[in-house]
């Protein structure tokens, strides 16, 4: 049988284009950050990423295609999943799982609308006109720094980006451990830790994106 | 002490199923759970009602027969225990208790409690045996295994065939029960010679039978009543892999 | 009329490799041709289906639970015997044999268990090699224990679990035909009669339990591989399911019923708790390695927490009554040791059946880790039953029916005296006689499985047509009908009592008639009693529903059916047997220190019992045994 159609073949390529999709959002991430450190730090960032040219698009359309990936995959499993169950228990006690890995779906579905609107809101630029202003000396690039700084300053997109990110950090809770699972890497010793360390790992990317929204609206960035 | 019980009724396979409310007035705490489904059954009979058909054979514990659902947990959630080994002792008195099937496409009912289990068979039929001959085998020292290896084998090698993994399985996958055969074997050198076959097989029957797939809730662990760790599910994860390699 | 065993003469030593020999084969391209009926799934009907199939036989194979391999094998704990030495400790096929003929009391037919004594050691090699994960030292050698009644330690083991690890060997073997299309598997499956035509075994008649269809199987051969039948004393350690339906149906169709009065009864089990109960529960005999026996020595200390009475107050029985054996005494001395003890009064626990199981000792000598890997699960168990740690204070234990050494008559071949019709493991007689030593049983299922039938199957299989009565035979029609007609009536009668009920009613006769200790007046009394159950059981049973559906008031008031008209039996095969041998004890034959007084002048028989009718006087065959290698001697475990 194909490894697309095998249950744990799938289940490798949910782990494999979540591993990758992990690693983005770290680096992602690390970027973001940036804008701690100013205006100018952030600008010459997002400066760099633009004179790679080509290499941007390759690499932005290989994530486009692991993140469809992912998406369909794990569609088409819940699907199976659900069909595999076509009767419930009148009472269900569930005695291990959680809410997070029980909503997998549901937050992996909140995470691509969020990206979209992510992408509509700091990428193809449509949402917020005021926002995009041009950078001095940037031949017509928008000042990354104003569009993210500004972007904040509404509480209607601070708190779409802290519930994507609160989706994200479900999401990442119990697929970050399951990836170990899923690779085989885990035994009764590691796994505990694992559940664990994956739920850090929730918290620090939450705590992490998080930050940047709610430290611009409370005016700590500026 | 007294019980009212909630049973899932169901004539047979195509029948439709609902709950119906019995009373137990007369349980003592040293009954199994079994024991206790016995006197409602006699109750019902001499009143001539259709008395609950349930699955059981062995009653302690090791056969994998008894497949109820009690309180929405499969074998009722007591640390490593079946129904038929589970004591009214940890009930209390006036306690409503619901007792439904195994519920999973792969396990139609048949009446009542009792399921079809015969997509485990199915499975193991696929590959979870080593192919050997009676007879013409060679000493069993002649290849020795280690300690290590023997105990893993066994941990894996408890597993009742029950079907309360995939019962209590979300996705009502029966990776559990797969991957601890596929386990066993795969470590042990009599097994380990045809381990990719095995895995490969082994997996495509089980999702034909139409279990789901693992999503690593770990609820079966939780639920087998023989403590089968998920560590072995891991394990098939990484056979299933050596066995994509060349 | 006098049987007779068809053993080979000459050395026993040779005589199953002579016999091998001897035996006629069927040829590869004509095996395919014969088909067998194999009844029962267990350790030995698993191992037979698969290894006939393999060999190219077309196999169907039945059996009543939802899966093969539910069998009640799989409940069995300590281990497997086998006369490997790998201890260096002085074991041989020799002393095996001794062992097993010397365990048994002489009852048993030297031949057939020399040759269980020379194929254990096959059997061990076999199950290794499809997986058995067996008990394994450091070095990866495989792991030994000893076991009551022999003074080697030859019994391997896979933790608690040594049954459920072969029969899922035996289950992975058969799966592995299922799939390779010689073995058709039926399962919840019940036979419900033995169809013969013209004396020659030629199918079954069987009950789905599911739809409730009458459905019937030719086959060349049958082999019945159904178990025991202890479950004749409605509270024992069987399965709930395990009966004598099957071997009785074919005992009705004319197979002698052998020995049925060697019941055993097993020293280590939960004592029960009320009239709720509806099974006991064994645990491991292997506990009796490290586990003493004790009861007080004081009737009023009985009630005291067990730990409070001082060692000088405490009677190990076993030890003092048999100093060389001490704790590992054969099962039927430690279990009549355990009812001596509460007969004077001298029980422990609710209602007084019960005595002591020690590991204190052990614990301090090796440590509990050692003992809980040792016995964990068994520990456990009994918590979970109990409520009570087994670590923290002596479990309570006290014997119950365990183990049927009787069964239907076979030849050296393993065939009844119906042609055709062959009976494997616990539902044959042969080679356990009057008692079985622990470990032993998985070795005969198996043995019997892989290793004799399929040499012997082929001797009686060249010798007739393949397929020449199949099903459409009037035969099969008639008895197809039988089995309904009788559905029907107990259907029909829609009295008071349920199964249940009289199963129990049976069950306490033939506990405390029929029991650990028999003497004339209780079986007198139980050969009254019983006929007045079944009378009782034909006229006022409650079956609800219908027999067209999944009905298991149904299923148990057949089987209660069989077991009321084979009680009656084993009664009367206890109560001709005028001795005390092995399981069989006759109060009136002891000497005076208690100990079992056989009578090999007038008792060194096979009884094989003819059905004649129910109610009707069966007739007794003799199978006169002979010992020229082991001789007949007082067994002693002092």
Redesign the interface.
């Known amino acids: 049988?194909q490894?697309t159609q095998?249950?744990?073949?799938?289940?490798?390529i949910m782990a494999v284009t979540g591993a990758m999709l992990i690693a983005f959002i770290c680096v992602h991430l690390l970027g973001n950050l940036s804008v701690f450190a100013g205006s100018a730090a952030i600008n010459a960032y997002a400066q760099k990423l633009h004179s790679l040219g080509p290499v941007v698009w390759i690499f932005r359309l290989v994530m486009l295609g692991v993140f469809a990936i992912h998406i369909i995959f794990g569609i088409q499993?819940t699907i199976?999943?659900k069909?595999?169950?076509?009767?419930?228990?009148?009472?269900?006690?569930?005695?291990?799982?959680g809410f997070a890995?029980?909503t997998?779906v549901v937050s992996g579905l909140v995470l691509l609308a969020f990206v979209v609107y992510h992408l509509l809101h700091f990428t193809v630029r449509v949402t917020n006109p005021e926002i995009y202003v041009p950078i001095e000396g940037g031949h017509g690039m928008v000042d990354v720094f104003v569009m993210v700084t500004q972007g904040f300053q509404q509480l209607f997109a601070v708190l779409l980006y802290v519930i994507g990110m609160g989706f994200l950090f479900l999401h990442v809770s119990?697929g970050f451990?399951?990836m170990f699972?899923?690779?085989?890497?885990?035994?009764?010793r590691t796994?505990p830790v694992m559940v664990n360390v994956s739920k850090l790992v929730g918290v620090v990317l939450l705590a992490g994106y998080a930050s940047i929204p709610l430290l611009i609206i409370l005016g700590i960035v500026r | 002490m007294k019980l009212k019980l909630h049973v899932w009724r169901q004539k047979g396979p195509n029948a439709p199923g609902k709950m119906e409310t019995y009373d137990a007035d007369h349980v003592s705490p040293d009954q199994s759970f079994l024991e206790m489904l016995d006197e409602v059954n006699e109750v019902l009979v001499k009143e001539g009602k259709d008395p609950i058909a349930f699955d059981h054979d062995c009653r302690e514990g090791i056969c994998g027969m008894c497949s109820q659902v009690i309180n929405g947990v499969p074998h009722g959630g007591q640390d490593r225990t079946t129904v038929c080994q589970l004591h009214m002792r940890s009930f209390k008195d006036g306690d409503e208790i619901f007792i439904e099937p195994w519920k999973a496409r792969a396990f139609p009912v048949i009446k009542d409690l009792a399921v079809d289990r015969g997509a485990y068979d199915r499975i193991i039929q696929a590959g979870g045996y080593t192919s050997c001959h009676t007879g013409g085998v060679s000493d069993g020292n002649a290849i020795l295994i280690g300690k290590d290896a023997a105990d893993y084998a066994m941990d894996a090698a408890e597993c009742i065939g029950c079907g309360a993994c995939a019962a209590s399985c979300p996705n009502s996958s029966a990776m559990l029960f797969t991957s601890a055969k596929v386990a066993q074997l795969a470590v042990l050198p009599q097994g380990a010679v045809e381990a990719k076959r095995r895995v490969n097989a082994m997996l495509e029957e089980a999702q034909a039978c139409g279990f789901g797939n693992c999503t690593n809730h770990y609820e079966c662990q939780a639920a087998c009543p023989k403590g089968i760790n998920v560590k072995f599910i891991a394990k098939l994860n990484r056979e299933y892999i050596k066995a994509l390699l060349p | 009329m006098i049987l007779d065993g068809k053993c080979p003469k000459g050395p026993i030593e040779t005589s199953w490799d002579r016999h091998r020999f001897e035996t006629k084969l069927v040829n590869p391209a004509n095996k395919r041709k014969y088909k067998v009926l194999v009844v029962g799934t267990g350790l030995a009907g698993g191992a037979a289906a698969a290894t006939l199939g393999e060999l190219g036989y077309q196999v169907e194979a039945f059996c009543y639970q939802d899966s093969a391999r539910r069998a009640h094998s799989i409940a069995a704990q300590g281990g497997i015997n086998a006369a490997k030495n790998y201890p260096n400790d002085g074991d041989s096929i020799y002393r095996l044999f001794y062992d097993t003929i010397k365990g048994g009391d002489f009852r048993a037919r030297e031949a057939d268990v020399w040759r269980l004594a020379q194929v254990s050691n096959n059997i061990i090699d076999q199950c290794v090699a499809q997986g058995v994960p067996f008990a394994r030292d450091y070095a990866g050698y495989l792991d030994n224990r000893s076991f009551g009644g022999a003074q080697v330690s030859r019994t391997f083991y896979a933790r608690g679990q040594t049954g459920q690890q072969l029969l899922l060997g035996a289950y992975s073997a058969l799966s592995r035909q299922v799939k390779a299309g010689t073995v058709k598997l039926y399962v919840r499956r019940e036979m419900l009669d033995l169809v013969v035509v013209d004396g020659v075994a030629r199918g079954i008649t069987c009950r789905n339990l599911c739809t409730g269809e009458i459905e019937s199987y030719w086959g060349d051969a049958v082999v019945l591989a159904t178990g025991g039948y202890v479950n004749v004393f409605y509270l024992s350690t069987n399965a709930m399911g395990c009966s004598v339906t099957a071997t009785w149906k074919a005992a009705k169709k004319g197979a002698f019923f052998a020995n049925p009065c060697y019941t055993q009864i097993h020293p280590t089990c939960i004592p029960q708790t009320g009239e709720h109960q509806s099974k006991l529960t064994l645990m491991s005999e292997s506990l009796r390695n490290d586990g003493r026996c004790w009861v007080p020595k004081k009737k009023e200390d009985c009630d005291k927490f067990p730990n409070d009475i001082a060692e000088e107050d405490r009677d190990y029985y076993l030890e003092r009554k048999y100093p060389s054996f001490g704790n590992l005494a054969p099962r039927d001395i430690a279990s009549r040791a355990a009812k001596e003890q509460c007969d004077d009064d001298r029980g422990v626990g609710p209602g007084k059946r019960g005595v002591y199981l020690d590991f204190s000792t052990a614990i301090n000598r090796v440590g509990e880790d050692t003992i809980a890997e040792r016995y964990g699960n068994l520990f456990e168990m009994y918590e979970k039953i109990t409520d009570e740690n087994g670590y923290k204070r002596p479990m309570r234990i006290y014997p119950a029916p365990h183990y049927s050494m009787g069964g239907l008559w076979v030849d050296y071949n393993c065939m009844s005296n119906v042609p055709g019709l062959f009976v494997l493991g616990e539902a044959n007689f042969s080679v356990h006689g009057a008692n079985r030593l622990g470990a032993s049983a998985l070795m005969q299922g198996l043995a019997d499985g892989y290793f004799v039938i399929p040499y012997t199957i082929a001797g009686y299989l060249a010798t007739v047509k393949p397929g020449a009565i199949k099903a459409d035979h009037a035969e099969f029609k008639k008895s197809a009908e039988d089995v309904k007609a009788e559905i029907n009536k107990m259907l029909s009668i829609n009295g008071k009592k349920t199964p249940a009920q009289l199963h129990r009613e049976l069950g306490k006769i033939m506990w405390n008639n029929v029991g650990m200790a028999r003497s004339r007046e209780s079986l007198n009394e139980a050969l009254k009693v019983i006929p007045q159950i079944r009378e009782e059981f034909w006229n006022n049973v409650k079956i609800t529903g219908s027999g067209e559906e999944f009905n298991q008031q149904l299923e148990n008031a057949g089987r209660l059916a069989d077991f009321l008209e084979f009680g009656e039996l084993l009664a009367k095969d206890a109560l001709v047997r005028e001795e005390s041998c092995g399981g069989h004890f006759r109060t009136e034959h002891q000497y005076e220190d208690g100990e079992a007084k056989r009578d090999d002048e007038n008792f060194c028989y096979v009884a094989a019992w003819e059905f004649k009718g129910a109610g009707k006087e069966p007739e007794l065959h003799k199978e006169p045994l002979k010992f020229d290698n082991v001789h007949l001697a007082v067994r002693s475990y002092k």
Not at chain 1, 6 to 12: E, F
Not at chain 1, 83 to 97: E, M, S, W, Y
């Open positions: 049988m490894v095998s249950s744990v073949g799938r289940k490798i499993l199976e999943n069909a595999a169950t076509p009767d419930k228990n009148v009472q269900i006690k569930r005695l291990k799982t890995a029980e997998m119990h451990q399951s699972q899923t690779y085989g890497l885990s035994n009764d796994l």
